[in-house]
């Protein structure tokens, strides 16, 4: 016991070997405890980011630009491709906001995976699936060719279509989750592609044209009248909630009927074929802020 004594008043006394202690706390806690954060937040599985749009908007396009930083020329795609991208200098991952450009976890939270699913109709399934079975899922990026959307058009249609059934697949996957506990918002970009083209339609006017048509795909789908192509706005009492995308019964939607159901949306414009990185800066700002 006499020992210990003696050692603990050597340590604790002004003297040389005291103040080789207090240093080697002093210096050893703050790594320590930082390893032990780091290794606790560490991310388990890369985040990934799914592209959905029609076909012929450029999904591949994009997926090629954000892999190799550079345009390049594109087939249309059949079955769901995979790439790892990286956040391009200038863009800072929102979970790596406030960390040292020199923490070992900084490059791997700028890294995720970008997965661009088929647009064909008859292939449009595999894009379901994988918005119910992505892991680590951070957002959606839907492609539209912003030139190809004049009003009436039946490619503006078609897309409109596409995204609402998107919309609402995302919708019924948040309302029938088990508690609030379990239920994650989906954030979802619309990408107005080819604005470098003249006839390219301003993001505003992408988000009123695709608001109003699918409005019309709303209340086709509800009468089941989409393939007869007839408009009605008549009762809608009637309707399922589970299959009315937005707020129930109204008349007009409106993206901002979605975050009832944490389901935000954004419209940014871009060139997926453009010559500079400020072409596509809106979608890789969007991107970062996911992960």
């Known amino acids: ?80 491709l995979v790439a790892e991208c990286s956040l391009p200098v200038g863009i800072t991952a929102a979970s790596a906001k406030y960390r040292s450009v020199n923490d070992p976890s900084h490059r791997v939270r700028e890294k995720f995976l970008l997965i661009d699913t088929p647009g064909h109709g008859k292939l449009r399934h595999h894009a379901f699936n994988a ?11 839907f492609v539209v060719d912003a ?35 379990d239920q994650q918002g989906v954030e979802v970009l619309i990408a107005a592609n080819k604005m470098d083209l003249f006839t390219a339609q301003p993001s505003a006017i992408v988000r009123s044209l695709l608001e109003k048509e699918i409005g019309k795909v709303r209340n086709s789908k509800s009468k089941g009248l989409l393939e007869s192509g007839i408009e009605t706005a ?3 009492d009637g309707v399922d909630s589970d299959d009315w995308l937005g707020e129930t019964g109204s008349t007009q939607f409106k993206f901002e009927q979605l975050e009832e159901f944490n389901i935000s949306t954004e419209v940014a414009g871009g060139c997926a074929l453009g010559e500079n990185e400020a072409d596509v800066q809106k979608w890789w700002k969007w991107v970062g802020d996911r992960l």
């Open 1 to 80: 016991m006499s020992k210990l004594t003696q050692l603990a008043e050597a340590l604790l006394s002004p003297s040389p070997l005291g103040f080789l202690f207090a240093l080697i706390v002093v210096i050893s806690v703050p790594i320590l405890l930082h390893n032990f954060l780091s290794r606790g937040s560490s991310v388990a599985a890369p985040p990934s980011i799914l592209l959905v749009g029609p076909s012929g908007s450029g999904k591949t396009s994009l997926q090629t630009l954000f892999e190799r930083g550079k345009s390049a020329p594109t087939h249309t795609s059949q079955t769901p």
């Open 147 to 181: 030139a190809n959307l004049p009003a009436g058009d039946e490619a503006l249609r078609q897309a409109a279509e596409y995204l609402h059934d998107t919309l609402l697949l995302l919708q019924k996957r948040l309302t029938n989750v088990k508690s609030s506990k």
């Open 234 to 236: 008549g009762d809608l």
């Open 131 to 141: 918005v119910g079975n992505t892991k680590n899922l951070k957002g959606i990026i």
